[in-house]
């Protein structure tokens, strides 16, 4: 069924690697044997491990925790297998749940740690690797191709399974679920069973004329939107996901009732439901350039492995669903030289493959300097929503730049103002009056520092001392006087005093409206306005659909609704 190739290809390794590690059992590690607990701070929360020991080996290692199952919980079930199968400690973090793996090897390392074991030793076991003959890529070709396992390409995969079509599924990552994870709203629709049954009354209509109130956007789309949006939730209600409307901030809003994000939870159910398919996924496999036959038809894309080995896969149909290009500065400077200095909240490798794939094949685009920024977004984190800023949308503390220089009038839309200072970066500087679960956890994790002084403070930040207590005196005097004399802040006028706080942000390129241009029947259209046959696209990558602005709940329904679209057109133009 799906991912049987790599079951089978991660099966021969442990297969080889358990014989490894039986070879060194018989060697005492561990000198004080039992079971033991350990808790480090993942993205999410907790990460607990208890592990049991023999003299000689770990025997077992459970895990609790928050973390997104499609990427931290998954990267930490491939670390128990490897753990396990090769009894060492020589493993890393896995690209993509950088934070959850850490969490994982701290609590493993105090787990073995209390229970007497060598450390040296375990450290410096080798990690067995497969002999397996078995090709990387027995399967390249299929009638659909989806490039990309987010939100859009999930949809796309499955939908074209459901409609007959063989699908090979490519995802340049090690995880699943892209930037759609990083939405934190619900999902727009209208006339869907599902809200039918909650009570609630939006017709296409309605959602037609809150969607067209975006300039730029295209009718065309926002229309084929708009009518398969209900279809779209009740498929995705038909996969187990229940949704409410609590927590909404519109009529046409529904939230999935889970915990976690809605966007994690539609993740989650697209991918249990993948299981009943024969979807042929290959993980960290980047998409170079498309492949068209002598008639100009997309018949395949080459593609490169994690280590540059280039295999090429063909089909009838190639979806493009790859999203934005947050972690392609360049292009992000190009389309936009005042972003130049902007970083992004995005988890998934998006440098905009998909986008420069297609403009190589004469693919127009539309939109593309339409970005939505965040202003407040960590580098390695992501964003800090503002409820869990310190006084949310108003700041109870101030921002300031790399000299140190108080420079705006804190609130939620600085982000001009802070890309306007050296090299885009600001400072947040708060008291523990501010602190909360989610800045503690920041700090538990090291993004947040302490100084019990201005000068301690200053150090661990990296900014100069002298420059900083000016800062903050002239600060504590305008408190005093009851006005911000530098830029007339009115509110949470606050002084800095006792231990004080602080974080380095940037501000984030959060969604991307342009892209692609895609025909009703989610096609890719040339800059003749005709659509390149073969190929299609859905979800961030294209453009037409948000016009110049994304309203909450329509970005996650974008890839959904347009992934799903997708997978049925490419299924039938294959299967012609």
């Not at 609590?246 to 991918?271: C, H, P, Q, R």
Request: aromatic share 6%; charged share 20%.
């Amino acid at each position: 069924m799906r991912r049987k190739i790599l079951a089978a290809l991660l099966g021969a390794t442990l297969a080889v690697s358990v014989l490894s590690a039986s070879a060194l059992a018989e060697e005492a590690v561990f000198s004080n044997p039992g079971t033991y607990t350990a808790t480090e701070t993942g993205i999410n929360g907790d990460v607990t491990l208890t592990v049991t020991f023999s003299d000689s080996e770990i025997t077992d290692i459970q895990v609790e925790s928050s973390e997104t199952p499609t990427i931290g919980a998954a990267a930490m079930e491939t670390l128990t297998e490897t753990v396990l199968a090769n009894q060492s400690l020589a493993i890393g973090t896995v690209s993509g749940a950088t934070l959850s793996s850490t969490a994982y090897i701290a609590a493993l390392t105090s787990c073995v740690e209390q229970a007497g074991g060598d450390l040296e030793t375990l450290q410096n076991r080798e990690i067995a690797d497969s002999d397996s003959d078995e090709e990387a890529y027995p399967v390249t070709e299929a009638d659909v191709i989806v490039i990309g396992a987010g939100g859009a390409g999930l949809s796309a995969a499955k939908t074209a399974d459901e409609n007959g079509a063989s699908v090979i599924l490519i995802e340049k990552s090690s995880n699943i679920g892209g930037n759609t994870l990083c939405a934190t709203m619900g999902i727009n629709a209208a006339e869907s069973q599902v809200q039918t049954d909650l009570g609630v009354t939006v017709t296409v209509e309605e959602l037609i004329e809150a969607q067209m109130n975006n300039e730029d956007a295209i009718e065309e789309l926002v229309t084929t939107f708009a009518v398969n949006s209900g279809e779209t939730i009740d498929w995705l209600a038909s996969l187990g996901v229940e949704f409410t409307t609590e927590g909404g901030n519109s009529d046409f809003m529904l939230m999935a009732t889970a915990d976690g994000k809605t966007s994690t939870t539609l993740i989650n159910a697209l991918n249990n439901s993948l299981d009943s398919t024969d979807i042929t996924l290959y993980l960290n496999t980047a998409a170079t350039s498309l492949v068209t036959d002598e008639n100009g038809i997309v018949v395949g894309v080459v593609c490169e492995d994690a280590d540059g080995n280039e295999v090429t896969f063909t089909g009838s149909s190639i979806v493009l669903c790859t999203g934005g290009f947050g972690q392609n500065s360049e292009l992000l400077a190009e389309v936009r030289p005042d972003l130049a200095n902007a970083i992004t909240d995005e988890i998934a490798p998006t440098t905009g493959d998909g986008l420069l794939m297609a403009q190589e094949l004469g693919a127009n685009t539309v939109n593309l300097e339409d970005i939505q920024l965040f202003p407040h977004v960590i580098v390695g984190y992501g964003l800090l929503t503002p409820m869990n800023m310190p006084g949310g949308f108003n700041p109870d503390a101030i921002f300031v730049n790399e000299n140190a220089e108080h420079f705006v009038a804190e609130a939620f839309e600085v982000s001009d103002a802070i890309l306007e200072q050296p090299d885009g970066m600001a400072y947040c500087i708060f008291t523990e009056d501010n602190l909360n679960e989610t800045l503690e956890g920041l700090m538990e994790l090291g993004y947040i520092v302490s100084g019990e002084t201005v000068e301690e403070l200053a150090e661990k930040l990296g900014l100069d001392a002298e420059a900083l207590q000016a800062t903050i005196d002239q600060w504590n005097a305008d408190c005093e006087a009851g006005a911000d004399s530098q830029f007339g802040r009115e509110s949470n006028l606050n002084k800095l005093e006792g231990t004080l706080y602080g974080y380095n942000f940037g501000v984030g390129a959060h969604y991307f409206m342009g892209g692609i241009l895609i025909n009703e029947y989610t096609q890719v259209v040339d800059t003749n306005g005709d659509a390149i046959e073969g190929l299609y696209a859905a979800g961030e990558v294209t453009g037409g659909f948000h016009g110049n602005y994304r309203i909450d709940g329509s970005g996650t329904a974008d890839a959904f609704v347009f992934g799903r679209l997708a997978g049925k057109y490419a299924a039938a133009n294959a299967m012609e």
